[in-house]
């Protein structure tokens, strides 16, 4: 038995860039000789969304129980289709629910679990690359077991081109599942941001922006291209910014096409959570300053003078 | 109440990663500093000051060599009760799902109320090992927890999804993974680190737990495309602006 099963996650009746560069990744790894098949959990409209691409078929189950994401009643579900496909790979962005669900799945299936990879290689039975030590390190790893789960780093692999036609959709119904991990209450954040590990854009600041004002102007500048705001781990430990903006070691590692750093100096664990960002502008009044040594354009001066002339001439562009 | 701490250790975050050079699948580690994986001291405290509110007990468990030994002594300092070591030669093994099994394994004869662990071993960049273990367990889990209450047979956790807080019950036992904010973790006194030397120290195989054969292996370790420095520009905002938005559309092609 093999192929290919791809979690496609919905957020908001949606569904997941990273999904559909998941599903991309496992074409790739599929090479047109194993099948790709897609699971859809909870929002049963949106299958047909998934079924313009290049797939075998999207199975979709869909209950009370998986209204919204909860560990068990998704595992189980995703666990289902599994059997039901025959497929030996599984395959999901590694986003904050991916990575709850892929690690779960994996244990169930007695699977190997590689999480975050960058790429596939084909040429030698199947393995990956992935960063290790925070991306100071880029391992190659093998995966020589029956059953692989792998997640994908969100902004690396491309998006499939739609088919033409419509994958056939199957529907499974689900089993009740035993939840002991209750989601009692869910708080939605004021702002709609994307989440810094999948935004194509980052405006993130460091010491420089000064506190918690400073960050307004990045706030206002990221909103403006689409994009989302970071922050260097100083400004989080002064209370600047939340937790949740962290990117670095102990933050978050991100890959957007453009990281744009404001007055952040550029060490060595900040770098490694942004290091393969597609392009790095630095803005930094020190232009001996670790930052300006790595990014590809850098612009000495002050941010708060400099971001909002930036903030002008990126907004053309992107409104084009 | 027993509560279980998962443990591991890692080069310090300062530290210079360096390839061996007769072996591109290990990284050189003697030169370097070792230390309890960050995220794992929100375990270990959330562990010490539950069991100090609710008179429990306390277990560290960690997988690895002999030098990692240090990291629960660390953790004993910090206000743990008793360890287990489960010994391996290399430093880390990227299958984190027979670690899991491994680990499940040896709880077999004393299954903990509540298991945790950090959010994620910044070696390896694993995150899995908390919800592989519940799962192996037949457990349930919830990862990243920025806030924990324990009742007495089920705890309130909390945490972030892309931006959103979900407020979660979860019944004991259970497995739980820590992220930073959930609490300050203690700095150990010098007499609390010399009694951590005393206390007791279980040390198992591998094998002894039945790890199945490598199904996950380095093939090379390489360092990642070196960034060069790019342009540099002063001036003028508007001018050094224009400048940056030409470069990002003509040059990189970027959008």
Redesign the interface.
């Known amino acids: 038995m093999s192929g290919i099963l791809v979690w496609v996650e919905t ?1 908001n009746g949606r569904l997941r860039k990273s999904s559909l560069e998941a599903i991309q990744a496992g074409l790739q790894i599929g090479k047109n000789s194993e099948p790709v098949s897609a699971v859809v959990i909870g929002d049963r409209v949106l299958a047909d969304h998934v079924a313009i691409y290049p797939l075998k078929n999207v199975f979709v189950i869909s209950g009370d129980q998986t209204k919204t ?1 909860q ?2 009643p998704f ?1 189980d579900a995703f666990f289902q289709a599994f059997e039901v496909s025959g497929a030996s790979t599984v395959i999901m962005g590694a ?3 991916g ?2 669900l ?3 799945l ?3 299936m ?7 990879i960058i790429s596939v290689d084909m040429s030698d039975g199947l ?1 990956i690359l ?16 029956p059953r692989q789960v792998i997640t994908i780093r969100p902004n690396v692999f491309d998006t499939p081109e739609e088919t033409g036609n419509t994958a056939p959709v199957v529907v499974i119904e689900p089993v009740s599942s035993d939840i ?10 004021a ?1 709609d ?1 994307i ?1 810094i590990t999948e935004a194509e854009i980052i405006v993130s600041g460091g010491r420089g922006v000064g506190g918690p004002d400073g960050f307004k102007l990045l706030e206002e500048t990221a909103k403006l291209l689409g994009g989302s705001v970071g922050a260097s781990r100083t400004a989080v430990d002064e209370g600047w910014i939340p ?2 903006h962290q990117v670095g ?2 933050g978050k ?1 991100v890959s957007p ?2 990281y744009i750093a404001c007055g952040i100096s550029g060490a ?2 900040h770098f490694a959570g942004m ?2 960002a ?4 630095a803005i930094n009044t020190d ?1 001996e300053a670790p930052i ?11 941010l708060f ?2 971001l ?3 903030r ?3 907004g ?3 409104r084009k | 109440m027993l509560i279980a701490v998962i443990l591991r250790q890692v ?1 310090d ?2 530290a210079d ?1 360096v ?1 061996h050079p007769e072996d591109p699948t290990r ?1 050189i580690g003697d030169d370097i500093k070792w230390i309890m994986n ?2 794992d001291e929100f375990a270990v405290e959330a562990a010490v000051s539950t069991a100090e509110e609710h008179s429990g007990e306390t277990l560290a468990i960690c997988i690895g060599s002999e030098k990692a030994e240090s990291v629960i002594r660390t953790a004993m300092a910090m206000g743990i009760d008793a360890g287990l070591l489960i010994r391996r030669d290399s430093d880390n093994n ?4 027979s670690e ?2 491994v680990i499940a394994a040896s709880l077999k004869e004393q299954m903990p109320d509540l298991i945790l662990c950090g959010r994620e071993y ?15 367990l037949h ?6 927890v ?1 806030k924990l209450t324990v009742d007495s047979d089920q705890i309130q956790v909390e945490r ?12 004991l036992p ?1 497995v739980v993974s820590c992220q ?2 959930l609490n300050e973790p203690r700095y150990p006194n010098l007499m609390a680190v010399r009694k951590a030397q005393k206390k007791p120290l279980d040390i198992k195989s591998l094998s002894d737990l039945g790890d199945d054969a ?11 495309p070196a ?9 003028e ?2 001018d ?6 030409e ?3 003509r040059d ?1 092609r ?2």
């Open positions: 957020k994401y560990s068990e595992t986003t904050a629910l990575r709850d892929s690690a779960r994996a244990a169930r007695d699977a190997v679990l590689a999480t975050d393995s992935k960063p290790v030590y925070s991306g100071k390190l880029i391992a190659k790893i093998s995966l020589d077991a002991r991990a209750q989601v009692r209450e869910a708080v939605t954040a702002q941001a989440d937790y949740k070691q102990t590692v096409i453009l060595i664990q290091g393969s597609r392009f790095i502008i232009p300006m040594k790595k990014a590809d354009f850098a612009i000495v001066g002050n003078n400099v909002p002339a930036l002008d001439e990126l053309k562009i992107i | 080069p975050t300062e990663i390839i990284i960050p995220y990227p299958d984190i799902i899991a099994k910044i070696d390896t960049g694993d995150d899995g090992i908390a919800a592989a273990l519940a799962e192996f457990v349930p889990h919830v990862l990243n920025n972030e999804v892309d931006g959103d807080t979900l407020r979660i019950s979860m019944t259970g930073k904010g490598a199904r996950m292996r380095y093939i090379a370790l390489s360092y990642p960034r060069s420095a790019g342009r540099l520009v002063k001036g905002p508007e050094t602006a224009r400048q940056a938005a470069w990002l559309t990189a970027a959008f």
